[in-house]
């Protein structure tokens, strides 16, 4: 499968941003995908793992970010709220066939980043 992010920018701390990321080749819905996000000088962070009917938030954006998908479109949603500085980095939308959504581990389709900026 192969994963198109979009939608980063930037905003000031309390905003809000959605990116965006679009599947093609294979039926995205099958897939067990995820968002990473990588800050400069630091490792790369797994955000959210989610299949079609679960998603599994790490503590850092519990409450603040959500998933949404449209499989009409092929598209996966993550909405950002209530953001702050450390939020700032290039995120990335991921792909794996199998495996646990609440696991970063096994992910082999990545998708090229979309970088977020968070001032404050």
């Known amino acids: 499968v192969q994963l198109q992010a979009s939608g980063g920018g930037s905003v000031q701390a309390g905003g809000s941003l959605r990116l965006s990321c679009a599947a093609s080749?294979?039926?995205?819905?099958?897939?067990?995908m995820a968002w990473f996000r990588q800050a400069p000088g630091k490792e790369r962070e797994f955000v959210v793992g989610?299949?079609?009917?679960?998603?599994y938030y790490t503590d850092p954006v519990k409450g603040r970010f959500s998933i949404s998908r449209d499989n009409t479109k092929n598209t996966v949603y993550l909405q950002m709220n209530s953001l702050k500085p450390e939020d700032t980095a290039v995120y990335y939308c991921?792909?794996?066939?199998?495996?646990?959504?609440?696991?970063?581990?096994?992910?082999?389709?990545w998708g090229q980043g979309t970088q977020v900026t968070v001032s404050s």
């Open positions: 991921v792909a794996k066939s199998s495996g646990s959504y609440y696991s970063s581990l096994g992910f082999n389709s």
């Open positions: 080749g294979r039926t995205f819905s099958n897939y067990v």
């Open positions: 989610f299949t079609r009917s679960a998603a």
